[in-house]
């Protein structure tokens, strides 16, 4: 599966038009221990780069972005009762949601793993 | 040494302060006020000793009545206060503490607060409670944006039968944002909810009532809450505390959110305050609850602790996306309810409402006899209740508040159509001989 980055620490992995959605292992390690993620409702449509959720950690609380448009088919209800899969494993089990695109032009948009982990290095 | 023991410095301790940071008066730091804005005196009076002052605060407190016999609610209560409410209140542990900036360095604290939210829950019938907001009328609106919140609708319904001081507080709240509140005006008389039931559609966030409500009449919302749900929107009651020893708990009407105000529970009349404000949900709202939340917890040796479980709140990590403005609790006067509530216990708490009923009864009963006195309430009341009288209510309050009386709150002020109306109130505090001379003083004053 192609996999994309954001500025925001956002990852999307695309699979037949849909784009699962979470945050990067860079980002959990940042949260630290995350306790709640305020998932999107499934159904909601939104815009690329808009806010999608929003994620407590014992330090912080954070919007997450949408990295591309289209409408939400899918949360990951498991949040609910254990966000801390989320630091466990933030680009697996952790993802926040699916997304119906709406324009995979906008993918143009965004940074694939080299650029992001030479984003990241950057911010060190 | 000080000059005297309100003024903490010395001339020569100023001096110091001016020259470390390079001015040389103390006028020279007002000087970027344009002179114009600045205050010419703050007309203080000249300093007292300690015994003129407690004589000068005297005769200002004496030209208030007192020892008046009170019939007066309309959402502050003369209930009895039992004596270990001061008394363990008053101890330095509680007194002394501001609040848990450091939660574990004040496990007594939390564990009160803890306990304090059982309490609430118990009372109201739901899920959880907070730690207390400031007051009723704050909690009925931090309800309000609450409802907003969990169902992202811009419309609220509040019964004009809610108490008008908290219906301002919530208009206050909206007043700035994209919010529409619907405000439904009351009928005496016709307690049933069908005004509010036709209001309702699927752009309301939420309705919000009052039980009993300002009239002192007690209502049944459960079809109510079934409608606002089917709309899919929320039913926010503000309740009376004391009532829930008797009355059916918003838990059981099928509420979404309850608030209230605390007073009743252990804290004394006060010119308004201080109080606290009562707020209960159900679970799947926690995280919109307003303020913090107190957890019990193990730490690392099985041993029970309390946190700050919940603080998302503009203090701590959630600062500007936090659900609410309010960064701190009414911590000592929610002690006070938990102590009250405790020490009356659940038996006590429900002879407690059955002796507030009972009473308002009696006095219903006599003042519904007298000739030209009218009770408008329509069903059942707890311990007000309203009555239409043949002549203006206010003067009549006044008149009876020169033989010791305060006869109730004359409603003029608040529903100009209601001129004549007053809502009593009888407590537990009130004896028969009390209230029997209450009856025949107002049927005298409405004679003359």
């Known amino acids: 599966m192609d996999m994309y980055f954001t500025k925001e620490h956002e990852w999307v992995k695309i699979k037949e038009g849909t784009a699962a959605v979470g945050i990067t292992e860079y980002a959990a390690h940042q949260l630290g221990d995350v306790t709640f993620v305020e998932l999107p409702q499934a159904g909601k449509t939104v815009k690329q780069f808009d806010t999608l959720a929003g994620i407590e950690s014992v330090k912080a609380a954070s919007d997450i972005y949408a990295p591309v448009s289209g409408k939400v088919t899918e949360v990951n209800e498991a949040l609910n009762d254990r966000p801390e899969i989320v630091n466990e494993a933030p680009e697996d089990a952790g993802w926040i949601a699916w997304i119906e695109m709406a324009d995979t032009a906008e993918l143009a948009q965004l940074m694939n793993r080299e650029q992001y982990d030479e984003y990241v290095r950057g911010l060190e | 040494m000080s000059r005297a023991g309100y003024c903490p410095t010395t001339p020569e301790e100023e001096r110091q302060m001016l020259d470390a940071i390079g001015v040389t008066s103390i006028d020279d730091l007002f000087r970027p006020i344009a002179p114009g804005l600045r205050a010419k005196s703050f007309d203080l009076p000249d300093g007292m000793s300690e015994f003129e002052m407690l004589r000068t605060f005297q005769e200002l407190a004496a030209k208030n009545a007192q020892h008046l016999v009170t019939f007066v609610g309309g959402g502050y209560y003369d209930h009895l206060i039992p004596t270990v409410v001061d008394h363990l209140t008053g101890r330095a542990e509680f007194y002394t503490a501001y609040t848990p900036y450091q939660p574990e360095c004040a496990q007594g604290t939390l564990q009160a607060l803890f306990e304090y939210q059982t309490a609430i829950c118990r009372l109201t019938g739901l899920d959880v409670a907070n730690a207390s907001l400031y007051d009723g009328g704050t909690a009925l609106a931090e309800a309000a944006l609450m409802a907003l919140r969990v169902t992202g609708r811009r419309r609220l319904v509040i019964d004009g039968a809610v108490n008008p001081f908290h219906r301002e507080i919530v208009r206050t709240y909206l007043a700035n944002l994209d919010v529409e509140l619907l405000e439904i005006p009351p009928k005496l008389g016709l307690e049933d909810d069908a005004r509010l039931r036709a209001a309702i559609d699927g752009s309301v966030a939420a309705v919000l009532v009052q039980n009993p409500n300002f009239f002192g009449s007690v209502s049944d919302f459960r079809r109510l809450a079934d409608e606002i749900h089917a709309a899919g929107g929320l039913l926010v009651v503000s309740t009376y505390p004391v009532s829930l020893g008797l009355v059916a708990t918003p838990g059981e009407m099928g509420a979404d959110i309850a608030v209230g105000d605390g007073q009743s529970l252990g804290n004394p009349l006060s010119f308004g305050g201080p109080s606290f404000g009562l707020i209960a949900s159900r679970k799947e709202f926690i995280r919109n609850l307003p303020g913090r939340i107190i957890g019990e917890t193990v730490d690392r040796h099985g041993e029970r602790g309390f946190v700050l ?140």
Do not use: W
């Open chain 2, 309 to 448: 479980t919940l603080q998302a709140r503009e203090q701590h990590i959630k600062r500007h996306k936090a659900t609410s403005n309010i960064c701190s609790n009414q911590s000592l006067c929610a002690l006070r309810g938990l102590i009250f509530l405790s020490s009356l216990g659940r038996q006590g708490f429900a002879e407690l409402a059955r002796l507030n009923y009972d009473k308002a009864e009696y006095a219903k009963q006599a003042l519904g006899r007298l000739s030209g006195v009218e009770v408008m309430n329509g069903g059942a009341t707890f311990n007000e209740f309203t009555v239409c009288l043949p002549k203006d209510a206010a003067e009549v309050v006044a008149g009876l508040l020169r033989k010791g009386v305060a006869a109730g709150v004359p409603l003029g002020s608040y529903y100009p159509d209601m001129g004549h109306c007053l809502v009593v109130t009888v407590t537990e505090k009130r004896t028969r001989e009390e209230i029997d001379t209450f009856v025949r003083q107002l049927e005298g004053a409405l004679c003359n």
